[in-house]
Nanobody, 120 residues
Framework: QVHLMESGGGLVQTGGSLRLSCAAS????????MGWYRQAPGKQRELVANMITGSSTDYAASVKGRFTVSRDDAKNAVYLQMDGLKPEDTAVYYC??????????????WGQGTQVTVSS
């Protein structure tokens, strides 16, 4: 019913910046929240940032002040501006959406991920 697609990952040096994009498509009725998670090799997936529709944005403590989430509801898109990148930010970043599709209850949808690598 719903598909998410991420883009914008790549290789960057310490202190550099990247902007990730995620667009949702399909039979979208409403979006409760959209955000970003990441998973480094050998580690569990963790929350990066999540923007609740009509409410606030939650950020992981490790990225506060460096990462910024924005949304374009007209495009059903969410963005992650990453500044001051550190090697520990290296991970696969996944877009997440808690979305209600037409004639279906709310559910979580995930993109396939985009690799972010920060060199020291």
């Amino acid at each position: 019913q719903v598909h998410l697609m991420e883009s914008g990952g790549g290789l960057v040096q310490t202190g550099g910046s990247l902007r990730l994009s995620c667009a949702a498509s399909g039979n979208i009725f409403s979006i409760k929240s959209m955000g970003w998670y990441r998973q480094a090799p050998g580690k569990q997936r963790e929350l990066v940032a999540n923007m609740i529709t009509g409410s606030s944005t939650d950020y992981a403590a490790s990225v506060k002040g460096r990462f910024t989430v924005s949304r374009d509801d007209a495009k059903n898109a969410v963005y992650l501006q990453m500044d001051g990148l550190k090697p520990e930010d290296t991970a696969v970043y996944y877009c997440n959406g808690r979305i209600r599709a037409w004639y279906v209850d709310e559910d979580d949808y995930w993109g396939q991920g985009t690799q972010v690598t920060v060199s020291s």
